[in-house]
């Protein structure tokens, strides 16, 4: 059975050989999820859900620090009401699923099942708000959703997703603005300071924002295969939902105005994410911050090693709990350790704790990073300080790697020729002055298969010229080809 579970575990592709197969191959050996008898569908595996989990709690609390609180909506959307805002029903018809029979009967009127809940939100809100003193309404919702897709990936890309989405209403449009913006912001920090994955801040240009939008702003992450990632969206809804669903409300004039709205998404996409922007040819490579297990524990099985090692691994396990610490006891007798070092790496936990007879007798522990694979003999006294001072090491030095990655991968233009060499193979970010135009927007996808990620706020009047067509530029942008 070991061996057979080893040779299982050598399996992964190497990232260089084909990185889309080192991908799948990861997820499924990993245990983070599997595809379903369902077409399109995933089942979340503990293991993946765990580290969700994690995810949707950093988010969580940050929502509500900001005032968010939560609360839950219907599956079903009758088509009545997506039907009601016309940029929105044209964006989300080609991927909606229908309900149109219930039970026995054919429905009066079909529903369409969620792809996203501005229009059974802003519904509610028409009813809920009457006057300037019922204003703000922050509401966000943890579903799932549903969008038919032709091609589906595990974790980026399937039908039915896990998300949460924020709905807020506003008195003003500074307010909206400034709200899409904090939750943009919110969604930059949980990437950079919980998965270790830093991103790109910015606005979405016009073809590319969300359908029914005024703004679109996005977070957008590299992978290590040199794609960009749309890790999260956070959109200024102006009027246009508010005049759909009639949200009005009495201002302190006393005069009737709309709503000013936002809504905003994070998804199981994130799991993604994080694989690709970490993982190595051994596997995971899990931020301590989301890692259902931050520290493993290996006992050396010498000897009469049930009454001499176990208990000592028993009594580490029980300090690092009492410490706050995620961590896994694998006193498991049908595995070598070695096998277990490989199964655990391949699950990307950050530290591995072996201990042995000959440890004991020098009172100390052997601590293993997964990031760096680095060895060290600490005491074993105060064991839990080091794997925490470790563990934060480890948070900083793995997204110090993924910066200096991005780094290396951000590349600036200044001629078309040159954007199009930059885009052959592995090409990161190209950072290059853009007219504004629909057309070269356009033309650039359709020639390079890059699109623009988002357009960095800092970075707004360029002296430069559009890479495309030579006209003066409006803005700088960030290209990339994207999942
Ligand atoms: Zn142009």
Known sequence: MAEKKEAFVKEITPQSEDFSRWYTDVVRRAELA?????????????????????????????????????????????????????????????????????????????????????????????????????????????????RWEKVTRLFLRTTEFLWQEGHTAHETEAEAEEETLRMLGVYQDVAEHELAMPVFAGRKSESEKFAGAARTYSIEALMKDGRALQAGTSHNLGQNFARAFDIQFQARDKSLQYVWGTSWGASTRLVGAVIMTHGDDSGLVLPPRIAPYQVVIVPIPRGDWRETVLPRARELQAGLLNAGVR???????????????????????????????????????????????????VPMDGVARTVATLLEDVQRSIFERALRFREDHTTCASSYEEFRQILEGRPGFVLAPWCGTEECEAEIKSETQATIRNMPADRGTPGGRCIRCDRPASVDVYFAKAY
């Open 327 to 377: 961590v896994m006891l694998d006193d498991r007798d049908a595995y070598t350790p070695g096998w277990k070092y490989a199964e655990w790496e391949l699950r990307g936990v950050p530290l591995r704790l072996e201990i042995g007879p000959k440890d004991i007798e020098r009172s100390q522990v052997v601590l293993v990073r997964r990031d760096s694979r680095e060895k060290l003999a």
């Open 34 to 146: 599997d595809y379903s008898p369902v077409k399109g569908c995933m089942v979340i595996r503990p293991y993946g859900y765990a580290i969700w989990e994690l995810i949707q709690q950093a988010l969580d609390r940050r929502f509500k620090a900001t005032g968010h609180v939560n609360a839950y909506f219907p599956l079903f959307i009758p088509r009545s009401l997506l039907l009601k805002e016309a940029d929105h029903v044209e964006g989300f018809a080609p991927q909606v699923a229908w309900v149109t029979r219930g039970g026995n009967e054919d429905l009066e009127e079909p529903l369409v099942i969620r792809p996203t809940s501005e229009a059974i939100i802003g519904t509610m809100f028409a009813k809920w708000i009457q006057s300037w003193r019922d204003l703000p309404i922050l509401i966000n919702q943890w579903a799932n959703v549903v």
